[in-house]
């Protein structure tokens, strides 16, 4: 039977809770969503955290984790929250929501570690590079061999990315890295995600929403493509008003924008509000931004959120166009598997709202290691030594938070 209550404990804060579910082998996330101070965590206390087809409106109360991968939408993985806690900006835990007693005994396991539980996590290497398949050589060819391929009309953009390999400081704290990101990125929907099954944590501050449904029935995405550095020269931060974007940026943004709206057309929904392009500032870079909504109860289609997030996984701004050839290009010329990153990862119907981004800055932390991704869209106008500068800029939007640990 749910339930719901205050929390009376003090014990309970939000990094002890995940790190408390880490260590008893519990699947956990813990977020904070863009422009807010809650912060909210989710435990699973059951030991299979199924491959689940994104049926938005269907889904209990939980947070979904899908691969780059995932054409058929079938193979996200999907947290069911055994154990819910909302807290406020301060870590107060403000209100808890436990649907049932069948892992009371887990519960309780939790509880006790949460009192007990440290924050550090000890590792014997400093923070170094290791070398990957990724190099600048190997890149840099593979932009090159798209360039080749625009030009012969097989694909209109692909988007290229690449891996950075860290080995973790010697006090290593993933939790004070959430926190961290959290203050540094205000806008970004800031996650930690615990996969025990496969032995891997995520960690990101993304700008780029994929779906949204808010508990008024509005839905929304956005268009986020074009990257440039939010410091000039001297480093001093550039007027969003005044960010001089090429052509080949604003063409890459636009066809982001259009695919978009191509999607609203197949499922003939004419009544949406459109709002940009526009800068937006993300941590250390810049994109061009535009936003869509749409109210779903006024155009009576509740589905929209599934329908829309089938239509747009993966974007352009993160696969390319056409979408079969772009990826057809991905998978012969990346050389890794992305596994969850430019995937989508978010809340699903907590508080009745669902919140749904694309996993873009982000890091994978697995055995002692931290691998960081980077990507960029490739077009005809593109440079490929500017394409690897772009690939360098959006890794240290983590790599850099990793080096103040």
Same mark, same amino acid.
């Given at each position: 039977?749910?339930?719901?209550?205050?929390?009376?404990?003090?014990?309970?804060?939000?990094?002890?809770?995940?790190?408390?579910?880490? @260590?008893? #082998?519990?699947?956990? /996330?813990?977020?904070?969503?863009?422009?807010?101070?809650?912060?909210?965590?989710?435990?699973?206390?059951?030991?299979?955290?199924?491959?689940?087809?994104?049926?938005?409106?269907?889904?209990?109360?939980?947070?979904?984790?899908?691969?780059?991968?995932?054409?058929?939408?079938?193979?996200?993985?999907?947290?069911?929250?055994?154990?819910?806690?909302?807290?406020?900006?301060?870590?107060?835990?403000?209100?808890?929501?436990?649907?049932?007693? @069948?892992?009371?005994?887990?519960?309780?396991?939790?509880?006790?570690?949460?009192?007990?539980?440290?924050?550090?996590?000890?590792?014997?290497?400093?923070?170094?590079? !290791?070398?990957?398949?990724?190099?600048?050589?190997?890149?840099?060819?593979?932009?090159?061999?798209?360039?080749?391929?625009?030009?012969?009309?097989?694909?209109?953009?692909?988007?290229?990315?690449?891996?950075?390999?860290?080995?973790?400081?010697?006090? !290593?704290?993933?939790?004070?890295? !959430?926190?961290?990101?959290?203050?540094?990125?205000?806008?970004?929907?800031?996650?930690?995600?615990?996969?025990?099954?496969?032995?891997?944590?995520?960690?990101?501050?993304? &700008?780029?929403?994929?779906?949204?449904?808010?508990?008024?029935?509005?839905?929304?995405?956005?268009?986020?493509?074009?990257?440039?550095? /939010?410091?000039?020269?001297?480093?001093?931060?550039?007027?969003?008003?005044?960010?001089?974007?090429?052509?080949?940026?604003?063409?890459?943004?636009?066809?982001?924008?259009?695919?978009?709206?191509?999607?609203?057309?197949?499922?003939?929904?004419?009544?949406?509000?459109?709002? #940009?392009?526009?800068? /937006?500032?993300?941590?250390?870079?810049?994109?061009?931004?535009?936003?869509? $909504?749409?109210?779903?109860? $006024?155009?009576?289609?509740?589905?929209?959120?599934?329908?829309?997030?089938?239509?747009?996984?993966?974007?352009? /701004?993160?696969?390319?166009?056409?979408?079969? &050839?772009?990826?057809?290009?991905?998978?012969?010329?990346?050389?890794?598997?992305?596994?969850?990153?430019? #995937?989508?990862?978010?809340?699903?119907?907590?508080?009745?709202?669902?919140?749904? !981004?694309?996993?873009?800055?982000?890091?994978?932390?697995?055995?002692?290691?931290?691998?960081?991704?980077?990507?960029?869209?490739?077009?005809?106008?593109?440079?490929?030594?500017?394409?690897?500068?772009?690939?360098?800029?959006?890794?240290?939007?983590?790599?850099?938070?990793?080096?103040?640990?």
């Amino acid at each position: 039977m749910d339930s719901e209550s205050q929390i009376k404990s003090q014990t309970v804060l939000p990094l002890h809770g995940w790190q408390s579910a880490y @260590e008893l #082998g519990y699947a956990a /996330a813990l977020w904070r969503l863009p422009l807010q101070k809650d912060k909210h965590l989710i435990i699973n206390f059951g030991t299979d955290i199924p491959k689940t087809k994104m049926m938005l409106e269907d889904l209990p109360p939980g947070f979904a984790v899908s691969p780059f991968l995932n054409l058929e939408g079938e193979d996200a993985l999907f947290i069911k929250a055994d154990l819910h806690i909302r807290f406020d900006e301060t870590g107060e835990p403000v209100s808890e929501t436990y649907p049932s007693t @069948e892992s009371s005994s887990a519960k309780e396991a939790w509880e006790n570690e949460c009192r007990n539980v440290s924050l550090v996590t000890q590792n014997e290497r400093n923070v170094s590079e !290791f070398p990957t398949n990724s190099s600048e050589e190997f890149h840099l060819q593979s932009v090159k061999e798209a360039l080749k391929a625009i030009e012969a009309g097989e694909i209109q953009k692909v988007v290229l990315s690449r891996t950075k390999h860290v080995a973790l400081p010697d006090s !290593f704290s993933v939790t004070g890295i !959430f926190e961290r990101l959290c203050n540094k990125y205000p806008n970004a929907f800031v996650s930690l995600v615990y996969l025990p099954h496969l032995n891997q944590i995520w960690l990101g501050a993304t &700008p780029e929403t994929l779906v949204s449904v808010d508990r008024q029935g509005i839905f929304r995405t956005v268009a986020l493509a074009g990257t440039q550095s /939010a410091f000039d020269e001297s480093g001093q931060m550039i007027p969003p008003k005044q960010a001089p974007w090429t052509q080949k940026e604003i063409e890459e943004q636009a066809l982001v924008s259009r695919y978009i709206i191509s999607c609203f057309k197949k499922i003939r929904v004419r009544e949406y509000l459109e709002e #940009g392009p526009k800068t /937006a500032v993300a941590g250390n870079l810049m994109h061009l931004r535009s936003d869509y $909504a749409v109210d779903t109860k $006024a155009i009576n289609f509740p589905e929209l959120g599934t329908v829309m997030l089938g239509l747009l996984h993966p974007t352009s /701004a993160v696969c390319g166009m056409p979408k079969l &050839p772009a990826l057809e290009f991905i998978q012969a010329h990346e050389g890794y598997d992305r596994e969850f990153y430019s #995937g989508y990862l978010g809340p699903v119907n907590i508080d009745n709202e669902t919140h749904l !981004f694309v996993n873009l800055r982000c890091m994978k932390i697995s055995n002692g290691m931290a691998t960081l991704y980077g990507g960029g869209g490739i077009t005809e106008d593109s440079v490929p030594e500017k394409e690897w500068q772009e690939t360098e800029l959006k890794c240290r939007t983590l790599l850099t938070v990793l080096e103040e640990s």
